[in-house]
């Protein structure tokens, strides 16, 4: 397992952009696969993005060309690059850690509290 802390949420308008990101704690970040997940109240959790240990990663088509995820194994930090952002993109954004390289929530074993991100027209 490991503590997961987002950050950078906030309030911006349609085509602005946001960096979030996540900070963890332990040794062993570098070997997990990093992923974030939003959620709208009433909806399911939803995959926007993920990296592996070696940088490889994978994108929802949603976000795909608009978003980057990407990971400081120094500062044991995962980041989402938000560009171009749209109103659909309002959701609480959650940051999570698995030991495979997928999309499903319900492989990741380590969750962040979450980061509310908003975007008026």
């Known amino acids: 397992q490991v503590q997961l802390v987002e950050s950078g949420g906030g309030l911006v308008q349609a085509g602005g952009s946001l960096r979030l990101s996540c900070a963890a704690s332990?040794?062993?970040?570098?070997?997990?696969?990093m992923g974030w997940f939003r959620q709208v109240s009433g909806k399911e959790r939803e995959f926007v993005a993920t990296?592996?240990?070696?940088?490889?990663?994978y994108y929802a088509d949603s976000v795909k060309d608009r978003f980057t995820i990407s990971k400081d194994n120094v500062k044991n930090t995962v980041y989402l690059q938000m560009n171009s952002l749209k109103p659909e993109d309002t959701a609480v954004y959650y940051c999570?850690?698995?030991?495979?390289?997928?999309?499903?929530?319900?492989?990741?074993?380590?969750w962040g509290q979450g980061t509310q991100v908003t975007v008026s027209s």
């Open positions: 990296i592996n240990w070696s940088g490889g990663t």
């Open positions: 332990g040794r062993t970040f570098s070997t997990y696969v």
């Open positions: 999570a850690a698995a030991s495979v390289m997928t999309t499903d929530p319900d492989r990741f074993h380590s």
